[in-house]
T-cell receptor
Framework: SQKIEQNSEALNIQEGKTATLTCNYT??????LQWYRQDPGRGPVFLLLIRENEKEKRKERLKVTFDTTLKQSLFHITASQPADSATYLC???????????FGIGTKLQVIP | NAGVTQTPKFRVLKTGQSMTLLCAQD?????MYWYRQDPGMGLRLIHYSVGEGTTAKGEVPDGYNVSRLKKQNFLLGLESAAPSQTSVYFCASSYLQEPQHFGDGTRLSIL
């Protein structure tokens, strides 16, 4: 069966360092992968989308990589700030209309 | 520009009661979705719609019904609430193969 794995344990990182979050998947051949941010009590907010023919995508301090051979995406936040503290979800298209499947998310805590 | 608006934000029900959650979007999106989010489970798709007048089942549709009578609105109904339906419900909307825009959720407790 299709499976998305994100490290369910919280990631604590010192302010100013680069945070790296991992999304692994099995039994998928996604055409694209998305990353969302979710703050407590709020809905997820879209950050970045990367397609299967793209290796890397950047947006300001954010960078996403997509390795279809390893079946893995890495999400990097450079020069992390306490305001970056949130839960980050990866999402893959499962084919067929908009059947996007979400991982359970990784909680990032940036310590001042 | 409100985006996706969900009402109510909180609700407590007794087992067996019924209720309807309302989702409204002002972005003219064709696609709309209802998810539930539970600890350790992530977002799970309940039902979705690819256009006005259409609905389809997602991953966990049992115990829920939906309607999309107008393009901007997507309603989620619980006919006979059960404690297992205690959750946070999120509505989202999008264009085809575009990122989804989410509301801020409805926190529902079934006693």
């Amino acid at each position: 069966s299709q499976k998305i794995e994100q490290n369910s344990e919280a990631l604590n990182i010192q302010e100013g360092k680069t945070a790296t979050l991992t999304c692994n998947y099995t039994n998928y051949s996604p055409a694209y992968l998305q990353w969302y941010r979710q703050d407590p009590g709020r809905g997820p907010v879209f950050l970045l989308l990367i397609r299967e023919n793209e290796k890397e995508k950047r947006k300001e301090r954010l960078k996403v990589t997509f390795d279809t051979t390893l079946k893995q995406s890495l999400f990097h936040i450079t020069a992390s700030q306490p305001a970056d503290s949130a839960t980050y979800l990866c999402a893959l298209d499962g084919g067929g209309y908009q059947k996007v499947t979400f991982g359970i998310g990784t909680k990032l805590q940036v310590i001042p | 520009n409100a985006g996706v608006t969900q009402t109510p934000k909180f609700r407590v029900l007794k087992t067996g009661q019924s209720m309807t959650l309302l989702c409204a979007q002002d972005m003219n999106h064709e696609y709309m979705y209802w998810y539930r989010q539970d600890p350790g489970m992530g977002l799970r798709l309940i039902h979705y719609s690819v256009g006005e007048g259409t609905t389809a089942k997602g991953e966990v549709p049992d115990g829920y019904n939906v309607s999309r009578l107008k393009k901007q609105n997507f309603l989620l109904g619980l006919e006979s609430a059960a404690p297992s339906q205690t959750s946070v419900y999120f509505c989202a909307s999008s264009y085809l193969q575009e990122p989804q825009h989410f509301g801020d959720g409805t926190r529902l407790s079934i006693l």
